[in-house]
């Protein structure tokens, strides 16, 4: 079965972005994470490479990963990339000082392998930054087969499930009304199917972490985590 991203009117409507709120998002996440030139960060799920193009303009050292050899050929043009997946991510350990993951955590079946592997090649005090669903409430919404609504897990879920693989959440922003949008904008052009059911119980987060040092919080991390204007961000 076909993912919606490959429908041939997707870029039509959506741009090369993969994702609710395009690069517009895609940015506010990449200053959030705070990346400074020269940085070596893995975009993790690249698609057609609109983020990893983002973060070559920003002078970071990006390379983009994904499954797809339809997306990597766009996403070449924009800066190197690499075919693989999630699960066996094809880079040795502590090899990025940050991973973007957009809208894709919630495509896999199981998250376990995935953040292993996300943990594995990111440097300790390294920043994680993602934008996905998540669940507020209830069963996934959405048809049968794979989906990101049928993937979607609740915040807590992910968030419990980030902190068992040693990630510290710094920030959490919603964004759902971005969501809204985006699902209203693919259903008027025919790419999604209106949902059978109300979709009130999906969000968008954006979630920026931190990967934590094998002793947990050092005194200037642990600083910058619960600095007032972070704490605020997160309630």
């Known amino acids: 079965m076909s993912l919606p991203y490959e429908h041939p009117l997707w870029r039509t409507v959506m741009g090369e972005a993969m994702h609710p709120g395009g690069r517009a998002l895609s940015l506010r996440l990449l200053g959030l994470c705070g990346f400074s030139s020269g940085t070596a960060v893995l975009d993790a799920g690249c698609g057609g490479g609109a983020t990893l193009e983002l973060l070559?303009?920003?002078?970071?050292?990006?390379?983009?990963?994904?499954?797809?050899?339809?997306?990597?050929?766009?996403?070449?043009?924009?800066?190197?990339?690499?075919e693989g997946n999630l699960r066996h991510i094809p880079f040795g350990e502590e090899t990025f000082e940050g991973v973007i993951c957009e809208c894709v955590l919630s495509l896999q079946k199981s998250l376990f392998p995935v953040l292993g592997e996300i943990a594995r090649v990111l440097r300790r005090g390294g920043r994680f930054g993602v934008t996905d669903l998540f669940r507020r409430s209830g069963q996934p919404c959405g048809g049968e087969g794979e989906s990101c609504a049928q993937g979607a897990r609740s915040r807590k879920e992910l968030e419990t499930a980030l902190s068992e693989h040693g990630f510290a959440l710094l920030l959490f922003e919603d964004h759902s009304a971005l969501l809204r949008e985006c699902t209203a904008r693919l259903v008027w052009e025919g790419i999604l199917?209106?949902?059978?059911?109300?979709?009130?119980?999906?969000?968008?987060?954006?979630?920026?972490?931190?990967?934590?040092?094998?002793?947990?919080?050092?005194?200037?991390?642990?600083?910058?985590?619960?600095?007032?204007?972070?704490?605020?961000?997160?309630r």
């Open 56 to 82: 070559q303009a920003q002078g970071v050292r990006a390379v983009g990963l994904d499954r797809s050899a339809a997306l990597l050929s766009r996403a070449a043009a924009k800066g190197p990339v690499v």
């Open 193 to 234: 199917e209106p949902p059978r059911q109300p979709c009130r119980s999906l969000g968008y987060g954006l979630w920026v972490f931190l990967r934590k040092n094998a002793s947990g919080f050092g005194d200037a991390e642990r600083q910058e985590c619960f600095s007032p204007s972070t704490v605020e961000q997160v």
